[in-house]
Nanobody, 123 residues
Framework: QVQLVESGGGLVQTGGSLRLSCVVS????????MAWYRQAPENQRELVAG???????KYADSVKGRFTISKDNAKKTMSLQMNSLKPEDTAVYYC?????????????????WGKGTLVTVSS
């Protein structure tokens, strides 16, 4: 059974950095797309960044230039380096994956999800 486990969340001040990791139990190369989504209280879940099996990346406009997504198949890990964090980045961040290869704005079509890790950015 495939499981995605996130780690790396926490409390950080504005301008700080965090690195999120998503470890896959299973064969990560079977996923044609993986992504990070986030959901803040009373907000809809939204795409933060995605990466395909060809290592093509996709970012939300709000995080371009600040966040970097990467994937290491050998370590079965996807990561999200988050720099210059802002209070509006505060949310629960979820790792997601699918075999189909699509990366949608709200996560529709993702086959597997982690339980999430909380990121809190204080002002």
């Amino acid at each position: 059974q495939v499981q995605l486990v996130e780690s790396g969340g926490g409390l950080v001040q504005t301008g700080g950095s965090l690195r999120l990791s998503c470890v896959v139990s299973g064969i990560i190369s079977r996923f044609n797309a993986m992504a990070w989504y986030r959901q803040a209280p009373e907000n809809q879940r939204e795409l933060v960044a995605g990466i395909t099996s060809d290592l093509l990346t996709k970012y939300a406009d709000s995080v371009k230039g600040r966040f970097t997504i990467s994937k290491d198949n050998a370590k079965k890990t996807m990561s999200l380096q988050m720099n210059s964090l802002k209070p509006e980045d505060t949310a629960v961040y979820y790792c997601a994956a699918n075999r189909g290869g699509s990366i949608t704005p709200t996560g529709t079509g993702m086959d597997y999800w982690g339980k999430g890790t909380l990121v809190t950015v204080s002002s």
